[in-house]
């Protein structure tokens, strides 16, 4: 999966438990000011992403998924160590 | 506000914004168009959930309530329909330049977010409690119609959430008048919603032998004060209003549907359910009520009655009324909204005072429905085959609930 493919996948998710439009799912994006996600809906995007992308994303880990770019380059290494 | 002397308050409050979603209309214009026309929002249910209960009839909302995906998804829907009748509410007042300290809320609910919590339960069951959603909590609570108001708005004096049953909606809308008169803010967004039509509440009020068995004639279903009542029919919606002190009114020249004269609250203290059968506790309130806003039973030309249908409530609102009222009950126009609305639990009270202030404002009292045959034991002049006209006054809304509660509010026409 490339982190193109895993950026527009978190961009549906995003899109389905967020109502965050998919054209503002950038790299830079951040979660909290650009995205508008809080920290309960967080929740529930990374609940599905970890069924989505088959990994496990603890909670001490979301704490630092700032941006998308965060969330892409965990994703992918943690599919790497799977 | 029982306690407080006989004397009128000197803090006048005006209505001035309303706002509803109800199964006879969307919008509080559609309501009351429907009320006067006579149209049920009581329906057959036909989804394959309801095949096997008892009773298989309710009223759902006439229009489903238009909100963002966001607010969709993170918002139970009795906090989505108290946003919508807020937001209506709002507008109507002409969104008043409030500042956010002056400014409350005071929504209550029957049952709060129970939608959610049978639902989450659900999913906690089918897959597992790491599937239960993390705004699960937010949505359940009582409080959340309220809170959800409240964030809208950005209400910073306090927002309050009243449980009492069937008597929430009345009871936020004297909480809002009490918070008024004691200067603790200078609008108040008061009204109750609810949201309940899923099995498990109708099997639990089918047990109860609450509800109507009517389930082949849904329209006929819901009919106070008629020989042949068998119960409520279970409703969902939401009422507010927009509640201001007089002089804040005034001085931005707001449009003043009626004035919110007085409220009673009182408890019966006698089951947990079942009314009090001579209607002593309800009695309490409409004449607290009546002191409350400097008014005799002879200024009372109308009463919207709480009255859901069933054969015990009905008679002991009647006795009550007649306790309260004295001889002046033979010039009281009543009707009954729950004949139309079903009844809307928490959002009951809101809605029927929306439909006082507005048999006020237009002059005319609309017909109760299914009232073919009016039971011999109560004896009230009830508006029924045609609506009524009446002329100023003042106008009573009564709303009894589960628990004993019993709340009166009292709106006289015009400005405070």
Known sequence: ?82 | MTARASSRSPVGVAVTGLGATTPVGGTVEQTWSGLLAGRSGVRGLDAPWAAELAVRIAAPLAEEPALDRVQARTYDRVQQLALVAAREAWADAGAPDAEPERLAVVVGSGIGGVLTLLGQYDTMKEKGPARVGPHTVPMLMPNGPAAAVGLALGARAAVRAPVSACASGAEAIAMGLEMLRAGLADVVVAGGAEAAIHPLPIAGFAAMRALSKRSDDPTAASRPFDKGRDGFVLGEGAGMVVLERADHARAREARVHATLAGAGISADAHHVAAPEPTGAGAARAISAALRDGGLQPADVTHVNAHATATPLGDVAESRALHAALGPAVTHVAVTATKSLTGHLLGAAGAVEAIATVLALRDGIVHATRNLEDPDDEIDLDVVRIANRSVDGGAALSTSFGFGGHDVCLAFTKGQP
Not at chain 1, 46 to 56: H, I, L, M, P, S
């Open chain 1, 1 to 82: 999966m490339t982190d193109k493919e895993i950026q527009s996948s978190l961009a549906e998710i995003l899109q389905d438990v967020a109502g965050v439009s998919p054209a503002e799912v950038i790299p830079g994006a951040r979660f909290d000011d650009d995205l508008e996600v809080d920290s309960l809906t967080m929740v529930a995007v990374t609940t599905e992403a970890q069924d989505r992308f088959g990994v496990e994303i603890p909670d001490d880990a979301v704490v630092d998924l700032r941006t998308v770019a965060d969330a892409v380059d965990f994703i992918r290494r943690a599919r790497a160590a799977a």
